[in-house]
Nanobody
């Protein structure tokens, strides 16, 4: 089993910044990808950013140029630096880790951006 612990959410004004962290622990043989998803009220969960084992990344168009995903392999931790936050970024952010072919999810952390 894999456990994910997220931190870093909160309330911030538009234009501000936040950094989310997600640490994975447990039986981890090979992490193929780590990423962040978000779900706003009344909307489906969507992919925000992902980073793969070789280091490549992808981002949702809505966050390109504002968000940066990174990882610390030694700590099995993934980060999401969010700059120039907008009210439409308000959502619950979920960490996702792909270990082998199994997906694991964090409990979610609330990010609220006030206008």
């Amino acid at each position: 089993q894999v456990q994910l612990v997220e931190s870093g959410g909160g309330l911030v004004q538009a234009g501000g910044s936040l950094t989310l962290s997600c640490a994975a622990s447990g039986t981890i043989f090979s992490i193929n990808a780590m990423g962040w998803y978000r779900q706003a009220p009344g909307k489906q969960r969507e992919s925000v950013a992902r980073i793969f084992s070789a280091g490549s990344t992808n981002y949702a168009d809505s966050v390109k140029g504002r968000f940066t995903i990174s990882r610390n392999n030694a700590k099995n931790t993934v980060y999401l630096r969010m700059n120039s936050l907008k009210p439409e970024d308000t959502a619950i952010y979920y960490c996702n880790v792909l270990v082998g072919t199994s997906h694991y999810w964090g409990q979610g952390t609330q990010v609220t951006v006030s206008s």
